[in-house]
């Protein structure tokens, strides 16, 4: 579990395809502090630590994970959002994050507001009912609250959050363009519920 709470930006030093795609991250993380087989939040995805060093770990990328997730993550040089697992304790800043993607997301619009940026995110449809203004939804692994929802002509859902410029400076958000993509989990609360009245529909 996670909150979406950003505390480190990565970046991948080098990608190289095994049986699975192994990924070597550098970061500032104390790396005495975490053990192998540890969870880390790369960009929203929960991998696994399979192999560290001084200032980087190492991860599995699985071909299902890679197929579900916004591919520009995976290439060397690609810059990551890294939450560690949450411990029994911690502050929940943010809301409860379970590091599976639900969808992958592309920015349709960045435009200034206030301090702020608004940006407009474009989702599948099917997540419509999941997603409602003032709640709260992951993006590339950090947590933020949904400003507005509308259907758009296509069929996607379309939503706005606002990027304050802590989160801009602390996160890969800083120079989010129009056609970006970007991972997307639903607030876990959300999902259940769908399903269930999906399930009591049948």
């Known amino acids: 579990m996670f909150t979406g709470i950003v505390t480190d930006v990565g970046t991948v030093r080098n990608a190289e395809q095994r049986g699975d795609l192994r990924l070597v991250i550098g970061t500032s993380y104390d790396l005495d502090t975490v ?8 960009s929203g995805v929960c991998l696994t630590v399979v192999d560290k060093g001084e200032d980087w770990f190492a991860v599995d ?4 994970t890679i ?3 916004a591919a520009e993550h995976w290439r060397e040089g690609a810059k990551l959002n890294l939450e560690r697992a949450l411990r029994l304790g911690d502050e929940l800043g943010g809301h409860i994050v379970t590091g599976h993607v639900d969808a992958v997301a592309q920015v349709v619009g960045t435009d200034p507001d206030g301090d702020s940026v608004r940006i ?4 599948p449809g099917e997540l419509a009912p999941m997603i409602a203004p003032k709640g709260s939804i992951t993006l ?3 947590s933020l ?3 507005e929802v509308r259907r758009a002509g296509d069929g996607s859902t379309h939503f706005a959050v606002n990027i304050i410029p802590h989160t801009a400076e602390h996160t890969t958000f800083g120079d989010l363009e129009p056609g970006q993509q970007l991972n997307v989990e639903v607030d876990v609360l959300a999902r ?3 399903r269930m009245l999906a ?3 049948q």
Do not use: F, W
Not at 35 to 42: E, N, R
Not at 61 to 64: A, K
Not at 120 to 123: E, L, N
């Open 140 to 142: 590339d692994g950090v």
């Open 35 to 42: 053990d192998l087989g540890a969870s880390i939040s790369c």
């Open 192 to 194: 259940y519920i769908d």
């Open 67 to 69: 197929s579900k997730t």
């Open 120 to 123: 407009g995110i474009s989702v």
């Open 145 to 147: 609250t949904v400003n």
């Open 61 to 64: 990328v699985s071909g299902e």
């Open 199 to 201: 399930a009591r529909s």
